[in-house]
């Protein structure tokens, strides 16, 4: 753990979340925003809940260059800019972790319903564009932001990990298992993302009958370490 | 529950499954099948597990009328076919529960990947073809069938319920949770099928890799009895 996670799209909800869970646990992490001030500005709020964090706050393209494995946690809405931007700064053996999800908000509809992506998914659509050599997975979908956000709020879910190959999503569930109470299941190849995003639409409808954050776990899962 | 529950493919994994719990808790059961001998076959099965099972055998247009809320578990190949041959028999003020998951299994594909149906989802391919006055909700998609089947399994998982109608999910869910173990869920209106009903690959996907029999649990939702 001890290089840096750099977060793209850090300073929104779900972004900034990690970053403080990780900062936490000692974890050092690299907020990336479009604009630096805000990167900082996010920085600094993860130091006041976490004053020994290793946290610093930098413009998208240099916070990405800071480890090797990158968070995506952009909209859908900006996701394809982000990637294109990203094109540009990824090297071959970095690890992409997207956790995009195409709502239909994007778009102005509904919360709880999404869009079709050509490719299949946001990860797919992510998968395509990401450089050469820079493998894709998904994760981190089901896990409410307000929850992961709030320091004082225990977790007990599962993050359903896609990716092509097992170590891939090996080392992206390390870093989430890293974060007390979330379990990194494997899912599948990325095409599983297919479903697994649209497990956010779902959670925001039961959301929105319970006024709850509600999360996902699997039963039948031994406790064991299965990624070892 | 004084009145019985019609399992349109109750002789399938899942129906009979669903047969036998309820029989071991007292509910009446009729499993319909296409073929009268093999339903009886069935419930012969059933009694087998719960001597003291009210539990018969009948083709399925019949066993459709036997009860209020009619539960259709047959596969995607056959849904079609059986809602046809329904029509003619159910009346307003019955209720469709229709458990029918679009797996490419279907036509010889993955059963990790599904079919695009042209409604959005075999639920509401259902609620289409349902006669008119006949709501359907759908359920029990992620329930595994070998392990509700087993009579010696415990279960602790929920069962995402979608329909348009609180009062028709709550009807279903009454029934669901007559099953020791099993939680039934508000996942939103009908539409929401289209996402709860690719939860079933979903899970056959962490099957293959876990070897085991997963089903799911929402966190961040209390044990009130919220069909009240």
């Not at 646990?25 to 964090?53: H, N, T, W, Y």
């Not at 800019?81 to 956790?99: A, H, K």
């Not at 995003?197 to 031994?222: D, M």
Request: charged share 20%; aromatic share 4%.
């Amino acid at each position: 753990m001890a290089e840096p996670i750099p977060i793209i799209g850090g300073t929104g909800a779900l972004g900034w979340a990690l970053a403080m869970r990780w900062a936490r646990v000692g974890q050092a992490v690299v907020i990336g925003s479009r604009d630096p001030g805000r990167a900082e500005e996010a920085a600094g709020r993860v130091r006041e809940v976490a004053p020994e964090a290793q946290v610093e706050g930098l413009v998208n393209a240099e916070a990405a260059r800071r480890g090797p494995v990158v968070f995506l946690t952009v909209p859908f809405r900006n996701q394809s800019e982000n990637l294109t931007n990203l094109r540009e700064v990824l090297e071959p053996g970095q690890l992409l972790v997207d956790c995009t999800v195409p709502l239909a908000a994007a778009v102005s509809g509904r919360a709880t319903r999404s869009l079709g992506v050509w490719q299949g998914s946001a990860a797919q659509q992510a998968q395509e564009m990401a450089p050469e050599g820079v493998p894709v997975v998904s994760a981190l979908h089901t896990v409410s932001a307000p929850v992961l956000g709030d320091p004082e709020a225990e977790l007990a879910e599962d993050v359903l990990v896609c990716g092509d190959r097992r170590a891939d999503k090996a080392r992206a569930a390390r870093l989430i298992e890293a974060i007390p109470g979330l379990r990194a299941v494997n899912a599948g190849p990325l095409e599983m993302s297919r479903i697994v995003e649209q497990l956010t639409p779902l959670l925001i409808s039961v959301n929105i009958r319970y006024k709850t954050h509600a999360g996902v776990r699997l039963t039948g899962i031994g406790e064991a370490d299965h990624w070892a």
